[in-house]
């Protein structure tokens, strides 16, 4: 069969290898593809597999593609399909759950701690000389937080934010868990449900790992930042919508918020324009929570075994 990679760069930019995917089928890789649907199209002519990332594969492209009968795709989230289309057509769509638990979860505490403690800063003063000309045996340039006794209100309690508690816990912080089932398994004296309303008004931080839908777009707002602890500190590794990023940037502008870090952001690659560039203590990366090469070589290869469990004729991780 003829297998087509829409826009393998971000997953693999050379570090990996497509050994699994070519054992498979007739292979062919782009970095890049123009998101387009007609640059789409002719990209994806005559496979009847394909894997993208960001390219949408809408339902025109999957109209006009009459040859696909498979859509892989190479991340979690599965937004990117018309999976509703797919499914009209008889296209299985598959996704990569699981892959990045603990990346996302140590990206998690990245960002905390460099907002605890600004630690790219302090070295960049140090480099350009500042403790060389200090007066005193050592210095701060921004107040120094300790993360010991505090409350993180975790929004999302799935693997993710599971695994984010256990770190929290291990830095001795007591963990408030929310999630859509309104329980968690095995609470104990430092991890305890909390509904919504007691995560805005209990969490000293709090950390966004829940799915982008209607009932999540814009959680982070005006009004419910007003009703958050003074100093609150927000961490968003899930989705940039889930946050009005004009209203995020004034509750930093004004203090409110003491310090947000925030992964993703809600028109990716960023616009120039983006509210969150005028914010005061906002750190921002560039969506890389899921991209360190351990997690990126699991992603492959739970890819290659979904396309491997179509073939046989018992598809896995179907999400049509």
Not at 232 to 244: D, E, F, H, P
Not at 296 to 304: G, N, P, Y
Request: aromatic content about 6%.
């Amino acid at each position: 069969m003829k297998i087509v990679v829409l826009d393998g760069y971000a997953l693999n930019p050379g570090d990996l290898s497509w050994d699994g995917f070519s054992r498979l089928g007739d292979l062919t890789v782009y970095d890049r593809t123009v998101k387009d649907m007609d640059e789409i199209v002719n990209a994806i002519n005559g496979a009847e597999i394909i894997f993208t990332n960001k390219t949408p594969i809408t339902s025109d492209v999957l109209r006009k593609a009459t040859t696909v009968k498979y859509v892989g795709v190479l991340a979690t989230g599965y937004n990117v399909v018309d999976v509703g289309a797919a499914k009209e057509l008889g296209v299985v769509v598959t996704n990569v759950p699981a892959y990045s638990t603990d990346a996302v979860a140590q990206l998690t505490f990245a960002l905390l701690l460099e907002i605890c403690h600004h630690v790219g800063e302090h070295n960049s003063a140090v480099q350009r000389g500042d403790w060389c000309r200090s007066l005193d045996y050592s210095f701060w340039n921004f107040p120094l937080i300790e993360l010991a006794g505090k409350t993180i209100g975790i929004i999302g309690y799935g693997r993710i934010g599971q695994a984010t508690g256990k770190i929290a816990q291990a830095f001795g912080m007591k963990v408030l868990a929310n999630n859509t089932k309104g329980e968690i398994e095995n609470e104990s004296d430092t991890c305890k449900y909390a509904n919504f309303d007691q995560i805005l008004e209990q969490s000293d931080v709090i950390s966004l790992h829940c799915p982008l839908t209607e009932s999540t777009n814009a959680i982070i707002n005006k009004e419910t930042i007003a009703r958050m602890k003074d100093g609150v500190m927000i961490i968003n590794t899930s989705r940039g919508q889930l946050v009005v990023e004009e209203d995020l940037k004034d509750g930093l502008n004004s203090g409110k918020i003491s310090g947000a870090g925030v992964d993703v952001v809600s028109a990716e690659p960023i616009l120039a324009d983006n509210e969150l560039l005028k914010a005061k203590n906002c750190i921002i990366t560039p969506h890389i929570a899921w991209a360190p090469k351990a997690a990126r070589t699991r992603l492959m290869k739970i890819a290659a075994d979904n396309l491997k469990a179509f073939y046989d004729g018992t598809p896995v991780n179907v999400v049509n």
